[in-house]
């Protein structure tokens, strides 16, 4: 059975010589199966694709490296390496070893099984408890609000099976939420737990800015029901306004200091002004995804594909 391996890269040169080691231990322990690599290059401005090539020599099989000509984002990389992909099992992992190779052996025990997908649970995690909380928060409410079963805790590390990358693959999403594709394609899917390690050299790529973006595109592009949220924000907005009205009344009738007339405008004004901007915000989250559909740009453009045999 053919395997590959899709490796998104931004700026890991310091790693890259540690990754490639640890892939070709654990390839040549399952050694009955044909393994590839495929890295996709995310517009990293340091010596990552250099030092790829530099330490090329210690992988003993077909290694790709696809090159983007600016930085496009991690899930248009993971979905690059897809397409570039041949094996019959694709792994997806990140270069920070943070998603432990060593694990590919039992969780293809696991596909063995029957499974189409093998996705990576994360049972606990090295970053900051502010961080571990937001991410804790964020899984719990995709997973309540998304219309789509999709597991808690589990991030792109993985396998699927080719059907299931083919599928990926032929979205046209614009907004790119891969792991809400693999989980919305169906098939016989499972969990394996592990403990998340630190990054093994280097900083985070992710920002909080663009983790709340891929947040978004789970939210926005999984659910329906943001939508129908607005209307139960325009229940508490009219609650809120009937408690700050007594408030107001009882300011204005046994205190004396309230000017003709600030009451009610005050009260229209915080009822209007909050139910109507939340609204707005969410209906403009999917126009917003919206016309990035209908735009039909690239979502991705390749400068370079260099294959070392």
């Known amino acids: 059975m053919k395997i590959s391996i899709v490796i998104p890269v931004f700026n890991e040169a310091a790693g890259i010589e540690l990754l490639i080691q640890r892939l070709a231990k654990v390839t040549a322990q399952l050694s009955s199966h044909t393994w590839e690599i495929v890295f996709v290059d ?69 596909q063995a099984e029957g499974f189409d997908v093998v996705y990576a649970v994360r049972k606990t995690r090295t970053e900051s408890w502010p961080k571990r909380w937001a991410y804790k928060l964020f899984y719990r409410l995709q997973a309540y609000l998304t219309e789509i079963p999709l597991p808690v805790d589990a991030g792109d590390f993985g396998l699927v099976t080719r059907r299931v990358a083919e ?24 969990g394996y737990e592990y403990d ?10 992710y920002s909080f800015v663009k983790l709340l973006r891929l947040a978004l595109s789970g939210l926005f592009g999984f659910s329906s029901l943001p939508l129908k949220f607005a209307t139960g924000i325009g229940m508490i907005s009219v609650g809120g306004c009937m ?67």
Request: charged fraction near 20%; proline fraction near 4%; glycine fraction near 10%.
């Open 42 to 110: 995310d517009g990293s401005n340091d010596d990552t694709v250099d030092t790829i090539t530099k330490y090329r020599h210690l992988f003993h099989g077909p290694l790709t490296i696809v090159e983007f000509s600016r930085n496009f984002g991690h899930q248009p990389a993971l979905l690059a390496g897809l397409q570039q992909s041949s094996g019959d099992i694709i792994f997806c992992i990140d270069a920070d070893l943070q998603d432990p190779p060593e694990l590919f052996g039992a969780m293809l025990e696991k």
């Open 243 to 309: 408690i700050y009205g007594i408030y107001a009344l009882i300011e204005k009738l046994f205190l004396g200091s309230t000017p003709a007339g600030w009451t009610s405008t005050v009260l229209l004004i915080l009822f209007l002004g909050g139910t109507q901007l939340l609204s707005i915000g969410i209906l403009g989250e999917y126009i917003g995804r919206v016309y990035k559909q209908l735009q039909s740009r690239p979502l991705f453009v390749v400068k370079k594909t260099t294959a070392l045999e």
């Open 196 to 205: 998340r390690p630190a990054r093994a050299v280097g900083q985070a790529k």
């Open 167 to 190: 599928i990926m693959i032929h979205s046209a999403d614009k907004d790119l939420f891969l792991r809400g594709l693999r989980g919305w394609s169906g098939f016989r899917q499972t």
